[in-house]
């Protein structure tokens, strides 16, 4: 009976996650702008940016804070939040001037480089690939090593969770290819059932489910990856953030204002996030905005050994065809 009603109420999260989402898309009302005002364009009475974003997870989380606590509004500038469902999606309005600013992954700064087009990362919300490897906890497995010969799940094929998943394999001795069976299960619902009714040994999840499931007394975290990763970075079109220098550097030193604040109090950040949220109880909740936390890097600094690993994963995944230095892909300048 616990893990049935567990499960409606990770139903309920998903289905508030995605009608949040509905009601932003990217293109709803994009280029309608009052009369005389330039589009993208800052000025000294209003700034205002587009931000895209996969929305139901929690990497953005500096950013969710921000909207729904009003801190960028007291800080002269209106963030306006769009959903994607995926981060090419949301990429692709990124160049196609739908919006001003994404939350997404490194490697899509790389491809843009590799293009030729001028997109590079100005700080970084998330080190990490932001997935843990979740199994049941009566599982007999203590280990990756003891998983050869297993199924285990990643939200897709190629995803940050399969990335997480075959480095930390691999760094315990086994070859993700050969030793066991890596399938795409999606995430949410479907990744719960899955590991849930053992149709894998274990499954890749994001927070705040981490956090639900393992609450739940059910399930239990084997593996959690350690590696440094550009994993959810701000990115922009140089043409927007040089046309808007003001507004991206209001963006950023409010997040990292948010940072330092619930940093030191986690439990300051559940009231904004229930919000996003609502189903989760507020012990849980903030169980996972602390793991969150954790994982912030100090200063919103992409460092070079994390980005230097998303790049050497995107060459060897063919994601790109060539090396990007991180003068090219990076710009500091405007972090507090």
């Known amino acids: 009976m616990k893990v049935k009603v567990w499960m409606l109420s990770l139903l309920a999260v998903m289905v508030i996650a995605l009608t949040a989402c509905g009601g932003n898309e990217p293109d709803q009302g994009a280029g309608e702008q009052p009369e005389g005002t330039d589009q993208g364009s800052e000025t000294e009475e209003n700034m205002t940016i587009r931000l895209g974003l996969v929305c139901g997870g929690m990497t953005p989380l500096l950013a969710q804070i921000g909207i729904n606590d009003g801190s960028f509004e007291e800080a002269g500038l209106t963030v306006e939040e769009h959903c994607f469902t995926s981060g090419s999606d949301a990429v692709q309005a990124l160049v196609g001037g739908s919006i001003d600013v994404n939350l997404g992954s490194y490697e899509h700064v790389l491809r843009f480089a590799n293009n030729a087009l001028s997109v590079k990362a100005y700080g970084q919300l998330y080190d990490g690939v932001g997935y843990s490897l979740i199994v049941r906890e009566d599982a007999p497995y203590q280990g990756l090593e003891e998983l050869?010969?297993?199924?285990?799940?990643?939200?897709?094929?190629?995803?940050?969770?399969d990335t997480g998943l075959r480095y930390g394999l691999e760094a315990s001795g086994l070859d993700p290819d050969r030793d066991v069976e890596i399938i795409g299960s999606g995430s949410g619902a479907s990744m719960f059932a899955s590991i849930e009714n053992s149709q894998v040994a274990g499954g890749m999840v994001s927070e705040p489910t981490i956090s639900q499931m393992v609450s739940s007394g059910d399930f239990r975290v084997l593996y959690e990856p350690e590696i440094e990763y550009a994993g959810i970075v701000v990115m922009a079109t140089?043409?927007?953030?040089?046309?808007?220098?003001?507004?991206?550097?209001?963006?950023l030193r409010v997040m990292n204002e948010i940072n330092d604040r619930v940093t030191d109090d986690p439990a300051s950040a559940v009231e904004p996030m229930q919000q996003n949220f609502e189903n989760i109880e507020p012990d849980v909740l903030e169980m996972a905005i602390a793991n969150q936390l954790a994982r912030v890097p100090e200063g919103l600094r992409v460092t070079e050994e994390g980005a230097a690993n998303v790049a050497e994963t995107a060459v060897e995944l063919e994601i790109i065809e060539e090396p990007v230095s991180f003068d090219e892909a990076v710009d500091l300048s405007y972090l507090p």
Not at 148 to 161: I, Q
């Open 238 to 251: 140089t043409e927007w953030v040089d046309e808007n220098s003001e507004a991206m550097t209001v963006f």
């Open 148 to 161: 050869a010969g297993e199924t285990l799940a990643v939200t897709r094929a190629g995803s940050l969770s």
